[in-house]
């Protein structure tokens, strides 16, 4: 009698208990599991439907923070940015490497802009390296912009 605590009852912590077991006269109520709607992939140079526009709905940029380090592989129709480390395989809409960012890898996106390092196979549709960038490897691109003070190693491909 005075050791059980009612439903709404809360201890010092601000803890609340929950009783399982109903009270005699309260009715048992079971909840259903909400449905999962199902995951679709798409290509990320169609939206779906078989047409050339690139499907980016309303996807909210992923951030890869500084001090974080990734390594695997990312496919997504949306937007990406990189302050922090990222090794491996990119599939994506558009891809900002900031100031303080490292992408390392084989990247096939829409559009990219560095503005800190990128090494390894890029081919893009269009391609902006800012003023403290350094772009080393096999960069193949329909339209570049390169600020002064951009560093660009390695082999350019411009695609007709």
């Known amino acids: 009698m005075f050791n059980k605590?009612?439903?709404?009852?809360?201890?010092?912590?601000?803890?609340?208990?929950?009783d399982p077991t109903p009270?005699?006269?309260?009715?048992?109520?079971?909840?259903?599991?909400?449905?999962?709607?199902?995951?679709?992939e798409q290509d990320i140079y169609t939206n779906g439907n078989g047409g050339a526009k690139?499907?980016?709905?309303n996807l909210k940029p992923s951030i890869i923070s500084e001090g974080f380090e990734f390594i695997g592989e990312i496919r997504s129709n949306g937007y990406l940015t990189i302050?922090?480390?990222?090794?491996?395989?990119?599939s994506l809409h558009s891809i900002q490497i900031g100031v303080s960012g490292v992408l390392d890898g084989n990247?096939?996106?829409?559009?990219m802009n560095v503005?800190?390092?990128?090494?390894?196979?890029?081919?893009?549709?269009?391609?902006?390296?800012g003023s403290r960038a350094v772009v080393d490897?096999?960069?193949?691109?329909?339209?570049?912009?390169?600020?002064?003070?951009?560093v660009v190693k390695g082999e350019l491909k411009k695609k007709p």
């Open 5 to 18: 605590k009612r439903n709404d009852e809360r201890d010092r912590n601000g803890v609340t208990y929950n």
């Open 83 to 90: 302050d922090g480390t990222v090794r491996g395989t990119l």
């Open 107 to 111: 990247v096939t996106c829409d559009t």
């Open 115 to 129: 503005k800190g390092n990128f090494s390894g196979a890029l081919d893009c549709r269009d391609l902006t390296i």
């Open 23 to 40: 009270e005699p006269n309260e009715p048992v109520i079971q909840a259903e599991p909400e449905p999962v709607a199902p995951v679709v």
């Open 137 to 150: 490897g096999k960069v193949s691109f329909k339209s570049i912009t390169i600020q002064r003070g951009g």
């Open 54 to 57: 690139p499907a980016v709905n």
